[in-house]
């Protein structure tokens, strides 16, 4: 078998029918209720006409990206109980934005995050300094949904050319920009929930064929895992993967605090809190979110370790996509090509919808932040906010496009990481201390996102991840010297220090504090 995996897996015509009928179905839908988006309310928030019910589903489905259903996965297959540290770190992070984000945020703003870091500051600067830390967490974050794609691709087809990959890359760009033309949220939102529903059943199927398989004794499971790994019985223990020497400890440390952090400061997920009427149905969409997200990461530790072994690690580090191919090639084994194909059409699904909600966002991060408030100080031409939005999407689906090819091989857990650690170390201390500090002023926002998305991109670029490692974007020269792959450790507490001296040195803003505490807490005002 080891052989039929490093040469592609299933019938590429089973694989493609599956996966063209999803998107032609969710194409159709898109279209069927998107019948008005001609104002930025509509476009950007749809309304703000979603239950709290369907967003959670949705603000899953935005959540649950390629990282989650083939990184972690892979990560688990792999590594074992440091794989699964990824799952832990990304379900936990939610707590956050529960206790401290969700509801305030709703009745703070409008449609972006600048809408709320800007209330009580000088306008133009803050929005724009908002809007480049949107774009550039975006853009890493879609990064990894691409890197993804061709991965993803390249097992079921067999392609090992880069322009190969480079060309599903391209035609699942293409898509994902079609998904945002035409739909806008409301059609990003049903697609969202369409995939989450999806992703949900499937993850439940495959672990309880796995757990069938091995006659519901997870002892079994985790026995078989152990003996078709690698790394033996130490899969099974802590320290596989960030045990091995104290860099990789602090490593860990790091990776744990970008992932429980930055979830809060997501771009994306936290303008899904405006589709909702208010910041009750905020609170819930965040709820069930949660529970959505508890049963898929669940999910895949029994899929994680049963790809250990029914497929083993080292079929798993062989096959094209290396560790994000666990996920296909365990339904391989289970289900036959039917359901190699199902899964990988969810899969695909997963990656689409996620790159158009990241897409739509960063659109209207520039559209509305960028364009109608800093450019137009606040008074756009009638529909030249949308209109803008729409351009922008095009420019940064392109954009995608351009860096999936580069980050192709990557496994997309570590790269989502990645942005996880600028959100953290750009947006959220910028956003607690605007939503609970009266004194924190314009200086304080600007040093804390342009620090800490300064320091985070300056790290990451001098990391393992980007050369000087075996599996570096940029092979063949080595110009890092920071040990660690994730710079969270350093850049997030460097963003919250450089927030409290900013405003201890800056000019005090207090005309607009009373108003922002009230409505923030009770929304009034909040239209």
């Given at each position: 078998?080891?052989?039929?995996?490093?040469?592609?897996?299933?019938?590429?015509?089973?694989?493609?029918?599956?996966?063209?009928?999803?998107?032609?179905?969710?194409?159709?839908?898109?279209?069927?209720?998107?019948?008005?988006?001609?104002?930025?309310?509509?476009?950007?928030?749809?309304?703000?006409?979603?239950?709290?019910?369907?967003?959670?589903?949705?603000?899953?489905?935005?959540?649950?990206?390629?990282?989650?259903?083939?990184?972690?996965?892979?990560?688990?297959?792999?590594?074992?109980?440091?794989?699964?540290?990824?799952?832990?770190?990304?379900?936990?992070?939610?707590?956050?934005?529960?206790?401290?984000?969700?509801?305030?945020?709703?009745?703070?703003?409008?449609?972006?995050?600048?809408?709320?870091?800007?209330?009580?500051?000088?306008?133009?600067?803050?929005?724009?300094?908002?809007?480049?830390?949107?774009?550039?967490?975006?853009?890493?974050?879609?990064?990894?949904?691409?890197?993804?794609?061709?991965?993803?691709?390249?097992?079921?087809?067999?392609?090992?050319?880069?322009?190969?990959?480079?060309?599903?890359?391209?035609?699942?760009?293409?898509?994902?920009?079609?998904?945002?033309?035409?739909?806008?949220?409301?059609?990003?939102?049903?697609?969202?929930?369409?995939?989450?529903?999806?992703?949900?059943?499937?993850?439940?199927?495959?672990?309880?064929?796995?757990?069938?398989?091995?006659?519901?004794?997870?002892?079994?499971?985790?026995?078989?895992?152990?003996?078709?790994?690698?790394?033996?019985?130490?899969?099974?223990?802590?320290?596989?993967?960030?045990?091995?020497?104290?860099?990789?400890?602090?490593?860990?440390?790091?990776?744990?605090?970008?992932?429980?952090?930055?979830?809060?400061?997501?771009?994306?997920?936290?303008?899904?809190?405006?589709?909702?009427?208010?910041?009750?149905?905020?609170?819930?969409?965040?709820?069930?979110?949660?529970?959505?997200?508890?049963?898929?990461?669940?999910?895949?530790?029994?899929?994680?370790?049963?790809?250990?072994?029914?497929?083993?690690?080292?079929?798993?580090?062989?096959?094209?996509?290396?560790?994000?191919?666990?996920?296909?090639?365990?339904?391989?084994?289970?289900?036959?090509?039917?359901?190699?194909?199902?899964?990988?059409a969810v899969a695909f699904t997963t990656i689409l919808a996620v790159v158009a909600g990241l897409t739509l966002t960063a659109?209207?991060?520039?559209?509305?932040?960028?364009?109608?408030?800093?450019?137009?100080?606040?008074?756009?031409?009638?529909?030249?906010?949308?209109?803008?939005?729409?351009?922008?999407?095009?420019?940064?689906?392109?954009?995608?496009?351009?860096?999936?090819?580069?980050?192709?091989?990557?496994?997309?857990?570590?790269?989502?990481?990645?942005?996880?650690?600028?959100?953290?170390?750009?947006?959220?201390?910028?956003?607690?201390?605007?939503?609970?500090?009266?004194?924190?002023?314009?200086?304080?926002?600007?040093?804390?996102?342009?620090?800490?998305?300064?320091?985070?991109?300056?790290?990451?670029?001098?990391?393992?991840?980007?050369?000087?490692?075996?599996?570096?974007?940029?092979?063949?020269?080595?110009?890092?010297?920071?040990?660690?792959?994730?710079?969270?450790?350093?850049?997030?507490?460097?963003?919250?220090?450089?927030?409290?001296?900013?405003?201890?040195?800056?000019?005090?803003?207090?005309?607009?504090?009373?108003?922002?505490?009230?409505?923030?807490?009770?929304?009034?005002?909040?239209?």
């Amino acid at each position: 078998m080891t052989t039929t995996l490093a040469a592609g897996v299933g019938e590429p015509g089973i694989n493609i029918g599956i996966f063209l009928a999803v998107v032609a179905v969710t194409l159709f839908i898109v279209y069927r209720v998107s019948t008005r988006n001609a104002s930025a309310a509509d476009y950007y928030a749809a309304g703000s006409a979603f239950t709290g019910v369907q967003n959670g589903i949705a603000l899953s489905g935005d959540y649950l990206s390629a990282a989650s259903f083939l990184g972690i996965a892979g990560a688990i297959a792999v590594n074992g109980y440091d794989g699964f540290l990824f799952s832990i770190g990304f379900m936990v992070a939610w707590l956050v934005p529960l206790l401290l984000i969700a509801e305030r945020f709703r009745n703070t703003g409008r449609f972006t995050m600048g809408d709320v870091i800007s209330f009580r500051m000088r306008q133009r600067p803050v929005r724009a300094a908002a809007a480049n830390a949107t774009l550039v967490i975006s853009f890493f974050y879609m990064l990894a949904q691409m890197a993804g794609a061709g991965g993803l691709v390249a097992l079921l087809l067999d392609i090992h050319s880069t322009g190969g990959q480079a060309l599903v890359i391209a035609v699942v760009g293409v898509i994902m920009i079609s998904y945002v033309l035409v739909g806008g949220m409301k059609g990003t939102t049903w697609v969202q929930i369409i995939k989450a529903t999806l992703l949900l059943v499937c993850v439940v199927m495959m672990s309880v064929f796995i757990l069938g398989k091995f006659g519901f004794n997870l002892s079994d499971l985790l026995g078989k895992a152990a003996q078709n790994n690698a790394l033996g019985e130490s899969v099974l223990d802590p320290g596989a993967r960030y045990g091995k020497s104290g860099t990789s400890r602090l490593d860990f440390v790091s990776l744990s605090l970008a992932l429980v952090l930055g979830a809060a400061a997501l771009p994306h997920v936290l303008m899904r809190f405006y589709t909702v009427p208010n910041a009750k149905e905020a609170r819930r969409s965040v709820v069930w979110a949660t529970w959505a997200m508890v049963i898929f990461y669940l999910s895949t530790l029994a899929i994680g370790y049963g790809a250990s072994a029914i497929v083993g690690s080292t079929a798993i580090t062989g096959a094209p996509g290396g560790e994000n191919s666990a996920a296909p090639l365990l339904a391989f084994h289970v289900g036959g090509a039917l359901l190699l194909g199902i899964v990988s059409a969810v899969a695909f699904t997963t990656i689409l919808a996620v790159v158009a909600g990241l897409t739509l966002t960063a659109s209207a991060s520039f559209a509305h932040d960028v364009y109608a408030n800093v450019i137009k100080r606040g008074h756009p031409e009638p529909g030249a906010e949308v209109r803008v939005a729409r351009l922008t999407a095009v420019v940064i689906g392109c954009l995608a496009i351009g860096g999936g090819i580069l980050a192709t091989g990557q496994n997309v857990a570590s790269l989502v990481a990645l942005a996880f650690a600028l959100a953290a170390s750009a947006n959220l201390p910028t956003l607690l201390y605007t939503l609970f500090w009266r004194g924190f002023n314009t200086t304080g926002t600007l040093w804390s996102i342009y620090g800490g998305l300064g320091s985070c991109l300056i790290l990451i670029v001098f990391s393992p991840v980007v050369s000087g490692a075996s599996n570096s974007i940029v092979t063949g020269v080595d110009f890092h010297w920071f040990p660690l792959s994730n710079p969270g450790i350093v850049s997030i507490p460097l963003s919250f220090v450089l927030g409290f001296v900013g405003a201890k040195l800056g000019r005090p803003e207090g005309t607009r504090d009373a108003e922002l505490e009230v409505r923030s807490i009770t929304g009034i005002g909040a239209g």
